[in-house]
C-alpha cells in the first residue's frame, strides 16, 4: 500500500458528460465498482475500475454525502480518486416521482425486452433504485 498523503485525506473528482458535479477533499470514498463496492482510504493502492449505476458516497468530517451515478470509470492513484460517468446526480436534482414511474416503466419492459435490451434496462433500474436511495435519504 502507497504511504498516505500528509494530509491523509483524499482528492475525489467527479466528472459526468455534462459537468463536474465534485471536486473535493474527503476522508474515504464508496463507489460502485462493477464487481461489488470500492472503499477508497487514503494510501489506497492505484486502480482502474469499470463502475455500476448506484450511489457513491464520501465522508469529509463527520459528514457523509450521497451521489447517484450512471455507468463509467474510475482511477485511483496518488490519493487522488477521478470518477468519470454518464450521469451523475446530487440528492436535490432528484425528481422521486420521475425515478419511481421510469422503475415502474423498466420493470413492466423487462419481461418482454429483447436479450440485447435487458443489460441497458438493468443499468437504468439500479441508476433509478439509487436516485430513489439517495432522494429519500439525503432529505
Not at 472503499?39 to 457523509?64: D, F, M, N, Q, W
Not at 440528492?91 to 423498466?106: F, G, H, K, M, Y
Not at 419492459?109 to 438493468?122: C, G
Amino acid at each position: 500500500m502507497a504511504e498516505t498523503g500528509p494530509s491523509g485525506r483524499l482528492h475525489l473528482i467527479v466528472v459526468s458528460h455534462e459537468r463536474k458535479l465534485i471536486d473535493t477533499a474527503c476522508e474515504e470514498a464508496t463507489i460502485p465498482g462493477r464487481e461489488g463496492d470500492l472503499g477508497v482510504l487514503p494510501g489506497h493502492a492505484a486502480l482502474i475500475s469499470t463502475l455500476r449505476p448506484g450511489e457513491l458516497s464520501y465522508r469529509s468530517g463527520s459528514k457523509v454525502h450521497r451521489v447517484v451515478i450512471a455507468a463509467g470509470f474510475c482511477q485511483v492513484f496518488d490519493d487522488t480518486v477521478t470518477v468519470l460517468v454518464d450521469r451523475a446526480r446530487l440528492p436535490e436534482e432528484i425528481d422521486v416521482e420521475a425515478a419511481r414511474q421510469t422503475l415502474r416503466d423498466i420493470e413492466q419492459r423487462l419481461p418482454y425486452a429483447d436479450p440485447e435490451e435487458i443489460d441497458e434496462l438493468q443499468e437504468r433500474q439500479r441508476e433509478s433504485e439509487a436516485q430513489i436511495a439517495v432522494a429519500v435519504g439525503g432529505r
